[in-house]
């Protein structure tokens, strides 16, 4: 379990297969039966959205936003924050559709007449166990950005000892 | 216990494994967590370049494949080309014995010959062959040229369907058009019509499905056959089960697979060979089993069994094996890599199953017995270079007496009414003192506990009084469990149960009952237990379908293991397994197998992974038919 604000989900776009493992892992673990079987009979929908063309794919989840639309713009109050993880509650929710409508991502859904949408497994997300290629991670925001500082780094340093004509073992 | 076998000799290799860090299979099944939706319900589709095409099983998204395929089709398709690929490798293996028996015709087979020629001549004149007044060579000539007509007929029925299915049921077949004219033929059949294009209805395509299951049970019906007139048909013997059946002091060869063809000359050229194993330093040369083949050499001349599926690589980590001989079917590619941690030799032998890193000495009808020489003394040269440091072998073995076949059976039942002797078993049945039977079946399955469900139910339906047929696996799961001992009887048989077993074994003059399990033999030779139930349902006039019969496939793995349970199902067999099949994304299909097949066939699949759940669903069955019959149920007895 982790609320701490500063993890977040990340896709590697590079590594994501299309494969769908998960949603279907999204969709089993929020069923009552804890199945894709049991998900289908209870009519539970993945909160992952496998989404692409032919270019590739992409994983789409709510991002759990600093400033969510969806919440500010909830008639209800059905939308809101708790311990980091933006959360709908079912019974306030009327179906009105304007989160649906305003998320940049598309990451809401609306599911028998309500919306629904990832909230994270309460910190301990089932689609990132389920992924096969670890395109999927969950980790803190700054292991993040410093991966990707690092991989810019090398790439930089690289070309410039080349140019200078020095090498590193 | 883990939850990885029930198996005391596995849990206690498997530990050993871990030890040394070798990869097994319940550690690849974790590297393949989680396995793909799509595929576990039969909705992915890859038989043209279009895909792979999968079906939304949310119905949000995609709910065609490109050609306009629905899961139904999908599912069904699938399901046609799963039973194709057993029935295919059944159909392979009945072919080799029928080249054997040709070539025997023809002289060119020197290392084989009939054993079995009561067998021989009982069968040719069944297949309408005159036999009186032709030699053994002039029969064998016929019946090779018949039997290979099952292979080339392009009109009519199988002849072999005919001759092992009650005429009822034969006529129900030909009425749905199911039934296959040539073995081969289904299978270019069911691959011709599940390519792009071509049936796209899901009931026409289970009927396809039925064709080419029922072309595998005639596969199963020639192999026993041919392979009891080659080796022998077996006999009631004792034997041992389980990794305990090593020896420290032996070269230890296991054969492995399916076609005795090569088991049995391995097990002959063994003997021939143990001058050569003693001057090498070994007690003597002790060949054991795993897998099918492991059956047909255990049935016909005792040959221990040492694993089944799920063991198998348990039984080269003993590092005890000097040499594994295999043939087709069920070799796990991963024993080269166990095998390479010790000295032991990995042997292919057959031109379509090679294994890089192995050894393969082609192994022809011609060569038999070179082949198999060769083959020992690779072993023998192993053994001498065995580390005995390395060796572990599990103090783990239970007696069994095994050997059952269909002959067995009537010999020991004719020992008490010799004019008619399925007489006792129907009296019993209808006196309740045997509920009904359950034919044991199948394999071991990584998603299962090793043996869990087979021995769990098996101990379960014999309280209830079920006597038990085995075969396969499922058969080594038994008997590892000490399941297939008389003294197993006292144990596990219900009261009723007992008894009979008790009278039918004293009067065999076996000096104590027959065990609570029958072992019947390898996979092909679930065709003994069909040649049982038709026996019955001929003698009361009825179909099998009217029969307390059922069949248990709990721990099901192959393709071959869904093509005998259709053919079981299409026999009017209900059939249980333990596994839930890649059906269940279309609710039509899973249907027809699980209550819609019930109306046409009287057989249906019943999926049921808890085995204690799996037991009341089958003592429901059997009450069911029996009270169908006018017989008592379990509860009124």
Redesign the interface.
Known sequence: MNFSQTYVLAVDISRCMACFSCAMACAAFHSKGKSVTSAIDEGVKPAVIVFGDQRGALPIQCQHCEEAPCMMICPTGAISKEKNIIKINKANCIGCRLCYVICPFGAVKIVEGRAYKCDLCDGAPECVNACPTKALTYREEAEIAKDHRYKFFSEVIETYLKKRGVSYV | MSEKTIDPAVEEMLALAAEMKIETFWDRYQAQL?Q???G??GICCRNCLHGPC?ID??K?GAQKGVCGATADTIVARNFVRTCAGGAAAHIDHARHVLEVIEKIAHGHAAGYNVTDKQKLENLAQRLGIQTKGKSEIEVLKELAKEVAKEFQRQEGYSKYLQLYTTKKRFEKLAGLNVLPPNLDLTITESLHRTTMGVDADPVNLILGAVKVALADGAALHISTDLQDILFGTPKPLFSKANLGVLREDSVNIAVHGHVPLLSAKVAEQAEKLEKEASSAGARGINVVGICCTGHEVLERYGVPLAQNFLGSEMAVATGALDAIIVDVQCIAPSLITVADCFHTKLITTFPIAKIPGAEHIEFTTENADEATNKMIKIAIEAFKKRDKTKVHIPKYEQKILAGFSVEAIVGALSKVDPSDPLKPLLDNIVKGNILGAALFAGCNNVKLPQDKLHVTMAKGLLEKNVLILSTGCAGYALAKAGLMSPEATFKYAGEGLKAVLTAVGKAAGLNGPLPPVLNIGSCVDNSRAVVIVNALADKLGVDAEALPVVACAPEALTEKAIAIGTWAVSLGIPVHIGIVPPI?GSNLVTEIATSKAKDIFGGYFIVEPDPAKAVDKLIAVIDERRSKLGLKTSKEI
């Open positions: 989680p793909c939706e799509f576990l319900r999968r099983p949310f949000e269940i």
